[in-house]
């Protein structure tokens, strides 16, 4: 069998194909970095806000219905504050995880805020159906979430405040429901942990109003 040896010519032809595809391969890889990085949340990997807003927008268009819940992380800070940021983010990615996993395959599920996450629920068929919802993906709330520690194991328990919001009747205003599921989210935080409730007409002059309070009695 004759083996041909290549040459030098042959050695510079391969060397600009390796550089060639190795830079295809680079560029692809940043391509798809920014890609990821444009519309996934660094830390979760869920949807940020903006392609969160953006996804279940153009959904709500082809729904007849739909809904947005938006559960808040309670006391957050105060474990940043006693174990670390690092424990922080560590529940937080346990907490997305455990949404993901129960969210269906239609349903869009995004990290919105610092501690807020928000989930689109297309076809909805009532009011019944959506508590349903609410409580089984606020159901990973309901033991502790392990952390790792020096010793082994920490086991901290959280819990979330919950508002939600059904499309009304014959408008596709995502923006305005959205609006709706921040007002009925704001008013269940002052309510106490754990309290879930669906948007009710008035709610968002009392969170305006409640709100322009607050920063009115803020210290110049």
């Not at 391969?14 to 996934?40: G, H, K, T």
């Not at 305005?176 to 309290?195: E, H, N, V, Y």
Request: charged content about 20%.
């Amino acid at each position: 069998m004759k083996i041909h040896l290549l040459g030098p010519e042959d050695h510079t032809y391969v060397e600009v194909l390796a550089s060639c595809f190795a830079n295809n391969l680079q560029q692809r890889w940043q391509f798809d970095r920014i890609q990821y990085q444009q519309s996934c949340d660094a830390l979760t990997g869920l949807l940020n806000r903006s392609q969160f807003r953006s996804r279940a927008r153009m959904a709500a268009a082809d729904c007849s219905s739909y809904a947005i819940i938006l559960i808040d992380v309670n006391a957050l800070r105060e474990v940043n504050e006693s174990h670390g940021h690092m424990i922080g983010d560590a529940l937080l990615v346990e907490i997305a995880t455990g949404l993901r996993g129960r969210a269906s395959d239609k349903e869009l599920v995004g990290r919105i805020g610092g501690d807020i996450f928000g989930i689109f629920v297309p076809n909805l068929e009532s009011t019944a159906v959506l508590m349903d919802r609410a409580g089984n993906l606020t159901d990973i709330f309901a033991s502790g979430f392990s952390t790792g520690d020096r010793e082994g194991k920490e086991f901290i328990r959280l819990t979330a405040s919950v508002g939600l919001a059904i499309a009304p009747a014959g408008d596709a205003s995502f923006d305005t429901t959205l609006s709706q599921a921040d007002a009925a989210l704001f008013i269940a935080k002052s309510r106490g942990p754990g309290t879930v409730l669906v948007y009710e007409a008035g709610m968002q002059v009392a969170t305006q109003q409640t709100r322009g309070t607050d920063v009115a009695a803020q210290p110049n």
